[in-house]
């Protein structure tokens, strides 16, 4: 599914509560990551508003880290 090194850096997102920017197909949602299901293939992200959502990493997108890095995910047919 996802490369070893991208779960690694999800995991540090995890850990540090800092905020990121999903990008996944037509959703675009600001918030830290709150869980992380690699193996199943989601994560969920919470909004400082107190709204979550979870994504499905096969569809594809990016997620835009603190520093201006990002995460590309390739959609999985």
């Not at 990493?57 to 520093?67: P, S, T, V």
């Amino acid at each position: 599914m996802i490369g070893s090194q991208t779960a690694e850096l999800l995991r540090e997102q995890l850990r540090s509560g800092a905020p990121v920017v999903v990008e996944i197909g037509k959703s675009t949602f600001e918030g830290r990551i709150y869980r992380l299901m690699l193996d199943e293939g989601w994560l969920a992200v919470e909004h400082t508003d107190g709204r979550r959502r979870a994504f499905m990493l096969i569809q594809g997108g990016r997620i835009r880290l603190a520093g201006g890095r990002e995460v590309v995910l390739p959609a999985l047919k």
